[in-house]
């Protein structure tokens, strides 16, 4: 059974940065997509970035250029580093992994941003 666990949640002010991570446990294939999802109160979730195993990375319109995503295959782990964190940025962050056609989410770890 595969297993994800984030951390690195917590408070920032506008303007602040911050590093989630997340690290998948269990069998899996190599060939997969690790990323990050975030749901707002009354939002749906929605993509925040992803990433192959080949470190092809995708990521939503409204986090270019403010956060970066980057994994660790040996270590079977990704990362969200996000900075310059604007009001509309807090939400519940999830970590995702999909593996052929199988999905497994995180718990999820808030990240509120102060106002």
């Known amino acids: 059974q595969v297993q994800l666990v984030e951390s690195g949640g917590g408070l920032v002010q506008p303007g602040g940065s911050l590093r989630v991570s997340c690290a998948a446990s269990?069998?899996?294939?190599?060939?997969?997509?690790m990323g990050w999802y975030r749901q707002g109160l009354g939002k749906q979730r929605e993509l925040v970035a992803s990433m192959s195993n080949a470190g092809n990375a995708n990521y939503a319109d409204s986090v270019k250029g403010r956060f970066t995503i980057s994994r660790d295959n040996a270590k079977n782990t990704v990362d969200l580093h996000m900075n310059n964190l604007k009001p509309a940025d807090p939400a519940v962050y999830y970590c995702h992994l999909r593996v052929i056609t199988r999905n497994y989410w995180g718990q999820g770890t808030q990240v509120p941003v102060s106002s």
């Open positions: 269990g069998t899996m294939f190599s060939i997969n997509v």
